[in-house]
């Protein structure tokens, strides 16, 4: 019988290449499983990459303020006798430097997005369905004018480092992220406060937009508001208090324009607030 040795080339040749199949396979289900594994570990998009960062922020925060917590008491107990003394001074610069919780009468602010259905009105954009970082910051430097001795942000501190800014409908602030509706809160005489907020042709402006399209809006009193501490680092680089500027002076030393004489914050206390409406525009 004749042999072929052509057919057993052919034989061999089928053998290798499916043997070579067979091992890209097992690579190819490698690779998948790795990359798979790795998606559950990294961001895949820019949306993810902020909520990972914002949830470490959290979480070193929590980390940072316990470590605060130890080194305060470290430094009460090792204080010498002498340092009782100026208790007094060191609650005013921990008042002024927001290192504190304080409590007292004033005013919460909210605003929020305008409903979408609002597009359907002539000539109405997109962007005029938004709450925009010049809003906040409108309604923030009006009740600094009319006398807030302290205020908050989505919850947090605000002092005279605090910056923010917004991307579209989302707030960036001491590097968390905030959506609508935005809550700012001010420690003060309230009806000072409001007339300041009223007083204001930015907010006049807002309020125009809140009767055409619906941006979310309303004002309301309260006896007992609670403000938290700040939280983050307060050091200045850049800055410097000039000569002869008295940075604890009182507002009875001197008193800001249309402002009680009288400082009407605390250090904060356990306590229930309680709220009165003043009559101002609400928009759910």
Request: aromatic letters at 4%.
């Amino acid at each position: 019988m004749t042999r072929h040795p052509r057919r057993r080339r052919l034989t061999t040749g089928s053998v290798a290449v499916g043997i070579v199949l067979a091992l890209a396979g097992v690579l190819f289900a490698a690779n998948a499983r790795l990359a798979q594994g790795q998606e559950s570990r990294a961001p895949q998009s820019l949306t993810d990459l902020a909520v990972a960062a914002s949830d470490r922020l959290a979480k070193l925060t929590t980390q940072v303020d316990s470590l605060r917590a130890d080194v305060e008491q470290l430094t009460t107990a090792q204080a010498p006798a002498g340092a009782a003394a100026n208790g007094a001074q060191t609650s005013l610069v921990e008042i002024a430097s927001g290192r504190v919780a304080v409590a007292g009468p004033g005013l919460t602010v909210q605003l929020t997005d305008a409903p979408s259905d609002a597009l359907r009105q002539a000539g109405v954009r997109p962007d005029d369905l938004l709450v925009h970082q010049q809003d906040l910051q409108v309604v923030i430097n009006a009740l600094w004018a009319g006398g807030a001795e302290a205020m908050s942000l989505q919850g947090q501190r605000v002092i005279s480092t605090t910056a923010f800014r917004c991307v579209g409908n989302v707030l960036s602030l001491h590097g968390r992220l905030y959506s609508p509706p935005y809550v700012i809160r001010a420690i003060g005489d309230a009806k000072t406060l409001r007339a300041s907020l009223y007083a204001s042709p930015q907010i006049q402006v807002y309020l125009q937009y809140v009767d055409a399209v619906g941006l979310g809006w309303s004002v309301n009193s309260s006896t007992a508001l609670t403000l938290p501490a700040y939280e983050g680092t307060t050091e200045l680089q850049y800055a410097s208090v000039p000569a002869g500027i008295d940075v604890l002076a009182t507002t009875a030393d001197s008193p800001t324009s249309g402002a009680s004489a009288t400082p009407a914050m605390t250090p904060a206390a356990p306590s229930s607030a309680s709220t009165t409406s003043e009559g101002s525009p609400s928009v759910p």
